[in-house]
């Protein structure tokens, strides 16, 4: 059974950084591509950051480029989200995705077949 889980969210000040990591287990995700999410309340669910498999390219949606990096561990299971520079309006609940194997990279949240609960991150001003 395929299970994302989140973790490294949290508080911080406008400015700060954070790093969200996504294990996944169940299967080998060498072959698949992975992306990251956002939601707030009373909002659809946002794409944020994807990264291919094999070394392949990574994409990320306006708002974040430049502040956040996607990456993805040595053993290919496990994919971070590196924010720098958080700004309030960053403040959401994050969730990680997967895709099916050898598919492309997907801005688009119909696209992903496996998610994970999510992790609130929190901005102040």
């Known amino acids: 059974q395929v299970q994302l889980a989140e973790s490294g969210g949290g508080l911080v000040q406008a400015g700060g950084s954070l790093r969200l990591s996504c294990a996944a287990s169940?299967?080998?995700?060498?072959?698949?591509?992975m992306g990251w999410f956002r939601q707030t309340p009373g909002k659809e669910r946002e794409f944020v950051a994807a990264i291919s498999w094999g070394g392949g390219p990574t994409y990320y949606a306006d708002s974040v480029k430049g502040r956040f990096t996607i990456s993805r561990g040595n053993g290919e299971n496990t994919v971070y989200l590196q924010m720098n520079n958080l700004k309030p309006d960053d403040t959401a609940v994050y969730y990680c995705a997967a895709r099916l194997s050898y598919t492309a990279p997907s801005t688009g949240i119909n696209d992903y077949a496996y998610w994970g609960q999510g992790t609130q991150v929190t901005v102040s001003s």
């Open positions: 169940g299967r080998t995700f060498g072959s698949v591509p």
